[in-house]
């Protein structure tokens, strides 16, 4: 970028620091998380971009390992909820309990009143105990015996589940999935990166001496950054495509909302400044398309049924939809 002025100077200076301090963190996770890059970058991503996340895949792949590592990479408060079959709302959101010495009742905030909320195999509550999240995902507030509490930000919701094992669990319904900003599998890793945690994560605690790169102020100020990052009438037309495209596909019966549009280009937006730029360009949005849309879509009776359907039915609309040279 050209700096014709101190005033742009100072600008470029600022994006720089953003961009390294996100950089920092991306680093300091996959310092635990071997091999998983990618997987890593999208999480930060969804942190600058003030989404949630959802991560999907077999048990013992680092699922929670990777929420952990991301919490303690930012300096602020961090809570777990471990979903199970007998968790009632209130021990997400928290209760009311009647004070007999000022004869009042007093709030007793849950654990969701946190920065970075880990909900821990989300799928194993029941859909009233997962509902309780939806207005605290969405709206960054809990309303309890009809007081709304607000949730400080920065605010974000790293969620787990087992897609293998489905006795005793409540598949998210749409609405719930919709409030993810992504989704991500983690996989296998490959030999090199399995040989290093073999190494590494059966003498000691992976996580003990991960220090924090960024506290809660630094994470808002790079969220503000964000809504800073430009983004051309070109590119929005791109996702816009793309949204289309996933409404009018015969193998596809519900497209994605105009809300999956939104979290497309926050997290483009977010992507760009994580790579040092202040303009989203094509490439940043195809990066993240099918994280970000797959699971909102909900396929045809007689689409194509193979590994992750979803995600294979978005990368085949990717191959398809043009994308703009300028």
């Known amino acids: 970028m050209k700096r014709g002025t101190s005033g742009s100077a100072s600008r470029d200076d600022q994006l720089a620091a953003v961009a390294k301090a996100a950089r920092r963190i991306a680093a300091n996770v996959s310092s635990v998380v071997v091999g998983k890059d990618e997987s890593v970058e999208a999480c930060v991503v969804a942190l600058l971009a003030a989404g949630h996340v959802i991560i999907e895949d077999y048990p013992g792949v680092g699922k929670t390992l990777l929420a952990k590592a991301l919490a303690r990479s930012v300096d602020c408060r961090f809570a777990r909820i471990q979903f199970t079959p007998d968790l009632l709302p209130s021990d997400v959101t928290g209760v009311s309990v009647f004070d007999q010495q000022t004869a009042r009742f007093e709030f007793r905030p849950g654990p969701v009143f946190a920065n970075i909320v880990l909900a821990d195999e989300i799928n194993r509550s029941s859909p009233k105990t997962q509902a309780s999240l939806l207005e605290c995902m969405e709206e960054r507030q809990a309303t309890v015996d009809n007081i709304t509490h607000g949730i400080a930000a920065p605010f974000m919701v790293v969620a787990t589940q087992n897609p293998i094992e489905y006795e005793g669990t409540y598949p998210l319904p749409e609405a719930q999935l919709d409030r ?106 195809k990066d993240l398309a099918v994280r970000v849309l797959g699971h909102r879509i909900i396929l045809s009776p007689d689409a194509p049924l193979s590994g992750h359907p979803e995600e294979e039915a978005m990368e085949r609309i990717l191959a398809t939809v043009p994308v703009p040279v300028s």
């Open 180 to 285: 993810f900003m992504l989704r991500l599998r983690l996989g296998y890793p490959d030999r090199a990166a399995e040989d290093a945690l073999l190494e590494a994560q059966t003498s000691s605690d992976p996580l003990a001496a991960l220090a924090p790169v960024v506290d809660a102020r630094g994470v808002l100020a790079m969220q503000e950054a964000v809504g800073h990052v430009a983004v051309a009438p070109v590119l929005r037309g791109y996702v816009l495509d793309l949204l289309a495209a996933t409404r009018t596909s015969r193998e596809i019966y519900l497209g994605a909302s105009p809300r999956a549009g939104i979290a497309l280009v926050r997290a483009a937006k977010a992507l760009a400044l994580l790579r040092g730029r202040d303009y989203t360009v094509p490439q940043d949005v």
